[in-house]
């Protein structure tokens, strides 16, 4: 099995970009899909990324899903920072039989 | 609108045996697959157990295998997890969570409210 690694925590001030990293341990990041999903402080988690790059209905445009093939990695990218952002967020991937969530990153707005 | 509430949860003592429930509403359930996650205090999400729309195909985390057991009523519209040999480690939030899709292979795109389980003697 694989793991997802994340950095701890990132920061941003309001209004900027701030991107957080998933990296693959083994295996092609390309393998399979990823996904993002934000957690608010007491409150269940919500999809922002899904099979990559695609986005809810309803989730904002600032919010997008990358891949990088030279560091087996996967990102998420906030623009336009707002303190609502503040969360936790998850990437999240699967194989035929098993789903595997990245550690988490805490995301502060100063 | 997309709806699952999880009960079930409580206290148990190490060894013991819980059953949870999610009962699901806003979508044709039977399309759908399944899974629950549960996080530890203060800890991430792990994934725990998913199964297809049927209920045919299912599997489970290396952590759970052969403890827990994941099924679903169509009938009834409701996933249950059955688990058993409880221990510390077991203790967390639990949610159910609903698939983009049929088979267990795919994302997930709707969260349910969470059941607390606290395994203690």
């Known amino acids: 099995n694989f793991m997802l690694i994340q950095p701890h925590s990132v920061s941003g001030s309001p209004g900027k970009t701030i991107t957080i990293s998933c990296t693959r341990s083994?295996?092609?990041?390309?393998?399979?899909?990823v996904q993002w999903y934000q957690q608010r402080p007491g409150s269940s988690p919500i999809t922002v990324i899904y099979?990559?790059?695609?986005?809810p209905s309803g989730v904002p445009e600032r919010f997008s899903g990358s891949l990088d093939s030279s560091s087996n990695s996967a990102s998420l990218s906030i623009s336009g920072l707002r303190t609502e952002d503040e969360a936790d967020y998850y990437c999240?991937?699967?194989?035929?039989?098993?789903?595997?969530f990245g550690g988490g990153t805490k995301l502060t707005v100063l | 609108e997309v709806q699952l509430v999880g009960s079930g949860g409580g206290l148990v003592q190490p060894g013991g045996s819980l059953r949870l429930s999610c009962a699901a509403s806003g979508f044709t359930f039977s399309d759908y697959a399944m899974s629950w996650v549960r996080q530890a205090p203060g800890k991430g999400l792990e994934w725990v157990s998913v199964l297809s729309g049927s209920g045919g195909i299912t599997y489970y985390a290396d952590s759970v295998k052969g403890r827990f057991t994941i099924s679903r009523d169509n009938s009834k519209n409701t996933l249950y997890l059955q688990m058993n040999s409880l221990t510390a480690g077991d203790t967390a939030v639990y949610s159910c969570?609903?698939?983009?899709?049929?088979?267990?292979?795919?994302?997930?795109?709707?969260w349910g409210q969470g059941t607390l389980v606290t395994v203690s003697s």
């Open positions: 999240q991937s699967f194989d035929t039989s098993n789903h595997v």
């Open positions: 969570a609903k698939h983009y899709d049929f088979l267990p292979a795919t994302p997930i795109d709707s």
């Open positions: 083994s295996g092609n990041i390309a393998s399979n899909y």
């Open positions: 099979e990559d790059n695609q986005r």
